[in-house]
């Protein structure tokens, strides 16, 4: 604003402002949303009575124009500008003293002066804008004439003055605040409508105010009847309790709120639709507000749940060719004797694949193994079951449980399927005592597990590779990608086969 300043006439504060740099000053103090503040009334009484005046106005001096914000003892609200006595005050330094405007100059032949009106006396204290623009004047009038005003007087004027000052200032920002939230709820109104989603909104105590255009689209419901917690109302009737009981938990722990359920479409079906919300906090993290969406996932739930049966109907196959490989294998032993024994071992081999299949197929929700089907834990506790007595374990897996996929479960299967089998042949579970510790450490990105056998007969390293041995190699080597080594102790075989994570599992 100060380059908008006119030079052309030094004046009270050191320069004529130019008028459109002072309309622009007014506008922005939003001086017209004033008129008659209950505020500002207050000043012009109290300013009254401290100068024991019959007038006082709160005066903005405009390009023709004084307009009295406020006013006690004066009917009018505003003057020509060329009347103005405060036109003149605003310039000033201090406060403008006329005792007796008949004799001077400027207001001798005013018709305030010299008209109905009578002025005689007159004190007006400038009122100037924070970056130095005079706005008008705080002012008392007196039909008497008048020395001057008391110390008191002046000083308490000045006072009131900057409270008229604070008044516009807070009035400017307080316009100034609601702009910007109007403006950025208007923005996020439009964004909202704009989104393929349904936006939503709560308080921080849940209560659902506003709702997007998508949101009415959808469910066709009325303007407002979702409001509060009516939204419940239109979820499927079974997902109800679930739904409410969910939000409830988020809202009493401020956790990120997410839930699939069934919402009531307006041609009155059910669709359905996965909803989130997030909490928005302040500083100290206080919640402020919830915003949430509702995305239609009711195409991909259904492919999702037929990609579901499919997938079980081929496990289920897979599953029945197993046995239909074991079956094969145990006719051939009966019209072969001399085949029997390879053929338990064969037979025995696939059923070990078998078990790690069907821990790591689809499931449903009935038929799902109680570990999760991607526990390394619940794998081995699956492939050992059938070596393991009622009374007790004699196969311990403890150590850090590690995760697993369809792609590495079959190699491990066959790998510790062949190490029990030759335990259960030749060492630590061949007799009623012994017993076998499998351990699992993590370190980095690699696994370490060991197969140690304890109680056992006493061992020594074979003098040929036989076949179990060259299976458990291959599965270790070519199909894991680690390594495997033996360590044939007098106490009890030792094995560690070492991985790494990524050779586990995908993820």
Known sequence: MINALSFDAPIGHGWRVDETVRAAAIAEHRIDTLRDDAALKTITDFAAELCNAPIALVSIVELSRQTFLSRTGLDAT???????????????????????????????????????????FY????????DGVPLGSLCIIDTETREGLTPLQRRGLKVLANDVLNRLTDSRDKESARAVIADREGRFRTLADSMPQMVWSTLPDGFHDYYNARWYEFTGVPAGSTDGAGWNDIFHPDDQDRAWAVWQHSLATGEPYQIEYRLRHHDGTYRWTLGRALPMTDDSGAILRWIG???????QKLASEEREVIAQELSHRIKNIFAVI?????????????????ADDLRARVTALGRAHDFVRPHSANSRPHAHQNSLHGL???????YQPADAARIRVSGTDVAIDDRSATPLALLFHELATNAVKYGALSNDSGHVAVTIDVDADQVALTWHEHGGPAVSHPATVGFGAQLIDLSATRQLGGTVVHDWAQDGLRVVLKVSNAALSRG
């Open 78 to 120: 505003e003057t020509p500008r060329e009347m103005s006595f405060c036109a003149h005050a605003m310039l000033g330094d201090d406060v403008m003293v006329v005792p007796d405007a008949r004799l001077d100059p400027r207001f001798t032949d005013n018709p305030l002066v010299t008209g109905e009106m009578g002025i005689r």
């Open 123 to 130: 004190a007006g204290v400038p009122l100037v804008s924070d």
């Open 293 to 299: 969406t509702c995305t239609d996932i009711h195409e």
């Open 326 to 342: 074991s079956g094969l294998i145990s006719f051939a032993a009966r019209s072969h004797p001399d085949f029997r024994p390879i």
């Open 380 to 386: 081995l506790e699956a492939l050992f079951l059938p």
